[in-house]
């Protein structure tokens, strides 16, 4: 360690990371440390043994919860949206690599009792116990909305459509009412009413 750095970095969290990674990337030469036995400072993932050299120094490891390697501890919950300008970030500094991601598996809500997934995709919304008939069509057109949505293309972006726009103007833009195995015939008016009969495969109502 007898030598001479651009820069030295105290410290191993994600900024500190980040910063190392952006400095090294631009040809600087960094000295990184950090004081404790493990990386990432109060939002590393530590193990069984980690954790309780942490919080519980001197105690010895109950035997019931077996091997110390199986156990991982995130001292902070982690998200970061998968195609986000941090991924991007990380990506560029390299930082990625000393990473591991997982996909998060869905979202939960408790009501009266008991666990409901909170939608996330149309067929999501269509199964879904959380809401009624007609919201669940809602839902599920706003998932194929957002699916299909292109920044590129206008026709995708005239958020109306979803809801206010009857069949027939549906279809000349390709929107979520035309995707539904439903079929609708709307009228509307210049008032703030607009009456809807919905029309499936077992009857009318």
Known sequence: MDQEYDAIILGTGL????LA????????????????SYYGGESASLNLKQLYEK???????PPHYGRWQD???DMVPKF???????????????????????????????????????????KDALRS??????????????FIFVQDYDKDDPRTSTRDTIWTS?????????????RTPWTSSATRSRSRRTTRSWTSPHGRW
């Open 129 to 142: 116990s959380l809401m009624g008939m007609f919201e669940k069509y809602r839902a599920r057109g706003f």
């Open 71 to 73: 156990w991982n501890f």
């Open 21 to 36: 990674g952006l400095l090294s990337v631009d040809g600087k030469k960094i000295l990184h440390m950090d004081r404790n």
């Open 166 to 178: 009857s069949p027939r103007e549906s279809s000349s833009k390709n929107t979520a009412w035309t």
């Open 80 to 122: 970061m949206m998968g195609n986000g300008l941090l991924v991007r970030l990380l990506v560029h500094t390299g930082v990625h690599k000393y990473l591991e991601f997982k996909a998060v598996d869905g979202s939960y809500v408790c009501k009266g009792g008991k666990t409901y997934k909170v939608p996330a995709t149309d």
């Open 55 to 61: 919080f519980k120094p001197g105690q010895e490891l």
């Open 15 to 18: 900024k500190e990371c980040l």
